[in-house]
């Protein structure tokens, strides 16, 4: 019905447009400058139809091509980054597995076609170090930073770790605390700062970004326990060995000697109180003590600690101890064996005091006790010294011989 429609009104408006045409003759007239073009108005208007027609015939035709070639620059684009994807994937693959130099290769080839490099770059100048190439391992991450300057921070993390791998710590730790703020947020970042402040001794700094490490950091809370103490230990440990210039004179050594127990008692004045009731840092400090001549002190630390943690480390060092009043010493640690009887390592120690005592047959005791309780080596060789001085030969040597078999057994 719509064609029936269509066409019948296609004859009323020809056959109405030639009867006006017919009756009412008409002409259209172009006047441009002394040209003139008169033609009839039947006949302009079939000439612009037939014009639009041709014109419309022509526009398909130039679009059909233009998206032809269209398509085709899509498919050469696509093309590319297809092969792109598959160098990617290839030069990965090669460098998960350590084939540097193919991962090289298809990794720089592979960032030539792609508008996010950076992964590229990175992994490129990570194969081009592995394989000595240190210009090109720099090319590569100037590369990678020009290509991707928003993610400074990925590209001074590689660097820092290249330079980590080179023991350059000193280049490593400016690289990246060029990036600090982000560093200090960051697993890995912290991870590197963290082995660089161990490298370089850096026991201050280090302990600057406890806090950081301790929320940010992959350690376990009881690997990051660990990292404290140990960390607290070398600094507590430096302090006593600070260099100096040496002199050769008893005088100036025992200035020495001075400087460094002082420097020690300032640094175990100013660490957290948490950490100075650890058993290890005690244990440290009552050492260092002793080795800087101030047994005094080193004997009422480890007397006041014993009190509420018995140890057992501790006991034994306190027989080490050359304390003032040596009478004293012993009646203390003898005072331990009420709650501690069943300690072979208090045993020990009331032995080495009673020698340093003179009270030879009561060392001998004390130290016949320690091995019912537990054999060692230190012991025998103890209870071996003890009857090689009170002349007794053969029992010495029966002692030695005991502790040297224990030692090589365990």
């Not at 597995?97 to 592979?110: D, I, M, P, R, Y």
């Not at 002190?297 to 101890?321: N, P």
């Amino acid at each position: 019905m719509l064609l029936l429609f269509v066409s019948l009104l296609v004859i009323f408006i020809g056959s109405t447009l030639m009867y006006v045409f017919s009756e009412y003759p008409s002409y259209v007239l172009i006047s441009l400058g002394n040209w003139t073009l008169e033609f009839r108005l039947w006949f302009g208007l079939t000439a612009l139809v037939i014009f639009l027609f041709i014109f419309t015939l022509i526009y398909k035709r130039v679009r059909k091509i233009i998206g032809s070639l269209a398509g085709s620059v899509s498919w050469i684009k696509e093309s590319r980054g297809k092969r792109a994807e598959r160098r990617t994937y290839a030069g990965l693959i090669h460098f998960v597995e350590g084939n540097w130099q193919a991962a090289k290769k298809e990794l720089v080839s592979a960032a030539k076609d792609t508008d996010k490099p950076l992964v590229h770059y990175l992994a490129a100048a990570k194969s081009a170090y592995q394989l000595g190439l240190s210009e090109e391992t720099n090319f590569l991450l100037q590369e990678a930073k020009k290509n991707a300057p928003d993610n400074e921070f990925a590209v001074a993390l590689s660097q820092a770790n290249i330079y980590f791998s080179d023991k350059e710590y000193e280049k490593s730790l400016a690289t990246i605390n060029s990036v600090r703020e982000q560093a200090l947020r960051h697993p890995v970042a912290l991870d590197l700062l963290r082995d660089l402040y161990i490298q370089l001794k850096d026991w201050p700094a280090l302990i600057t970004i406890l806090p950081e490490i301790k929320k940010h950091s992959s350690l376990k809370l009881e690997e990051f326990d660990i990292l404290e103490e140990n960390v607290y230990m070398s600094l507590l440990d430096a302090s006593a060995h600070k260099e100096s210039n040496q002199s050769d004179s008893d005088k100036d050594g025992n200035k020495e000697s001075n400087k460094n127990s002082e420097a020690l008692d300032t640094t175990w004045q100013e660490l957290p109180k948490p950490i100075k009731k650890k058993i290890k840092l005690i244990g440290l400090y009552a050492n260092l003590l002793h080795r800087c001549k101030k047994d005094d002190e080193a004997g009422q630390l480890i007397s006041k600690t014993l009190k509420s943690q018995w140890h057992s480390g501790l006991v034994e060092l306190y027989g080490k101890l050359n304390m003032t009043d040596r009478k004293a010493q012993l009646t203390s640690a003898e005072g331990w064996l009420k709650k501690h009887g069943e300690d072979a390592s208090l045993y020990f120690s009331l032995g080495k005091l009673c020698i340093k005592n003179s009270l030879w047959g009561k060392a001998k005791s004390y130290f016949e006790q320690s091995l019912k309780i537990k054999e060692r080596p230190t012991v025998y060789a103890e209870l071996g010294a003890l009857f090689g001085q009170l002349g007794e030969h053969q029992k010495s040597a029966s002692m030695y011989q005991k502790g040297l078999l224990l030692k090589t057994l365990s």
